[in-house]
């Protein structure tokens, strides 16, 4: 009874815990069906993702197994489109390009072998010459108009390494003809160096050097025009070789005569070098020393036949050449000579808008076969200029030279503009005395009575734009003189006189 009592009770108690577990076990069974599905979920996500991976494999695969196709495709693409440019390249290089700075045309192929610039240079004077006194019988200064310059022609570049110039001058005054101003070629390729071979004006200094259209008033000062006469001057055939940098500029010159001279049996030759140096080089500031010097060792015949006489004079007219009688007030004359040597030094500076400029010359003739004595004479000359509206005058190494101001304001019509304004100055003077002796008594033997000219010169000159100038100059001259008897023959003259000018 009491085993029965307890297998029941054992059985009633395992029921209930039946009743009392059964939820629980159900909910532990779906429970586990819930994780399993999950796991399968993520069997599967982990299945298409590696089926992912080897697809890119594959493909990677087959493109690497493409890409040296496609490099070297793309590698004639490159040199096929390199080879495109440089076409297009070689024709641009062939076109011509046309510009117009400051007005001048200028043509120049792309790769700049070769150019030409069209030049042009008029320059058209007025004066009026008032005399005081009067040296000589008939000796009268023709007031008038003229074109001092009227020079046309091309200067460019040829295979890059050459370069060339002509310019041929229909102006002059009196019996001056047209004739060639410079013709010339010249050879670039030495670096610094340079060779020149034609008709043009050796360098020979500063103010022979300053351009036709740079000059300070119309003319050049007296003392340099006398010096470039000899050996110089424009025109002249000359085989020249020079060099030059930032700050120096060294030339020497074979010249022999002048394009147009009168014929002769044997033509003049002459030795012309130039040194100059700039010492100062800021941006306020330009200063530079130089000198030159012109030695003619082989003068012109004037006959056909050994020792023949060589002519040589020196002689100036004042700073104006408008007058169409060509009247020189200080001569020589005529001397039989053996050879001439001329020499100067110069100085010139800027600072800011003012400039200053100045040199001292000699010259020496040597007489032909004459026991009489050598003569010597001299010049010299100073000026200076300041531009009122401010601009500076620029230094040109190439030439080592003065420029003119370019205006920071050039006259036009859209703009109310006034140019450039140069007040200027001037003293120069030329002594062709030699053993002259004294007023009243003959020259002693050998002496030259060419005279003294010592010139004062003020300017105004306008630049309404780079291209255009306008230059009014009064010039006092006084010359004192004495012909072979002794008498004064000197001269007083006072001059007004205005130039348009056109340069391109």
Do not use: C
């Amino acid at each position: 009874m009491t085993f029965r009592l307890n297998g029941l009770r054992a059985a009633l108690l395992a029921g209930a815990a039946s009743l009392a577990f059964a939820p629980h076990a159900q909910a532990a069974a779906k429970n586990g069906d819930t994780k399993l599905d999950a796991l399968q979920q993520q069997v599967q996500q982990l299945n298409a993702e590696i089926q992912e991976l080897k697809q890119q494999r594959a493909d990677d695969e087959a493109r690497k197994a493409e890409e040296p196709d496609a490099q070297a495709a793309i590698a004639d693409l490159k040199r096929s489109t390199s080879a495109q440019y440089a076409d297009i390249q070689a024709q641009r290089a062939n076109d011509v390009q046309i510009s117009l700075k400051n007005g001048r045309p200028t043509f120049a192929t792309g790769d700049g072998n070769f150019s030409v610039s069209l030049r042009t240079l008029v320059q058209y004077d007025t004066a009026y010459y008032g005399q005081s006194t009067v040296p000589v019988a008939n000796t009268d200064f023709s007031s008038g108009n003229n074109f001092r310059r009227a020079r046309f022609g091309a200067s460019g570049t040829l295979f890059k390494d050459w370069s060339y110039e002509f310019i041929y001058d229909f102006g002059g005054s009196g019996v001056e003809a047209s004739t060639i101003s410079s013709a010339f070629i010249q050879y670039d390729g030495l670096g610094p160096v340079h060779i020149r071979l034609g008709a043009y004006a050796p360098p020979e200094g500063f103010e022979d050097q300053t351009s036709a259209s740079d000059l300070l008033f119309l003319e050049r000062a007296q003392p340099t025009d006398v010096a470039r006469s000899i050996a110089a001057a424009d025109g002249r055939d000359a085989a020249t070789v020079f060099a030059y940098d930032d700050n120096y500029f060294a030339a020497l010159s074979y010249t022999g005569g002048v394009v147009g001279d009168s014929a002769v049996f044997d033509e003049q030759q002459a030795l012309v070098g130039r040194l100059a140096y700039r010492f100062i080089k800021t941006p306020d500031a330009n200063f530079a020393i130089g000198g030159d010097t012109s030695y003619v060792f082989n003068l012109a015949d004037t006959a056909a036949y050994p020792n023949s006489p060589s002519a040589f004079r020196l002689r100036e007219r004042p700073e104006l050449n408008v007058d169409s009688n060509n009247i020189r007030l200080i001569d020589t004359g005529t001397i039989d000579a053996d050879h001439v040597w001329e020499w100067g030094v110069e100085a010139a500076g800027n600072w800011q808008n003012l400039y200053a400029q100045g040199g001292y010359y000699g010259y020496t003739i040597a007489r032909r076969n004459s026991i009489l004595p050598n003569p010597s004479f001299n010049g010299w000359y100073a000026q200076a200029s300041w531009v009122l509206t401010g601009e500076a005058k620029p230094y040109k190494a190439d030439k080592a030279a003065y420029g003119l101001p370019s205006p920071a304001d050039p006259l036009s019509f859209d703009t109310a503009g006034i140019g450039a304004w140069e007040l200027a100055a001037r003293y120069s003077v030329l002594d062709l005395n030699d053993n002259a002796g004294f007023a009243g008594f003959h020259a002693p033997a050998g002496g030259v009575r060419g005279g003294r000219q010592n010139i004062w010169t003020v300017g105004l000159n306008w630049y309404p734009n780079n291209a255009i100038r306008f230059l009014l100059d009064y010039q006092h001259t006084n010359v004192s003189r004495l012909n072979t008897a002794g008498a004064d023959i000197g001269a007083k003259l006072d001059t007004v006189a205005l130039r348009a000018q056109l340069s391109l």
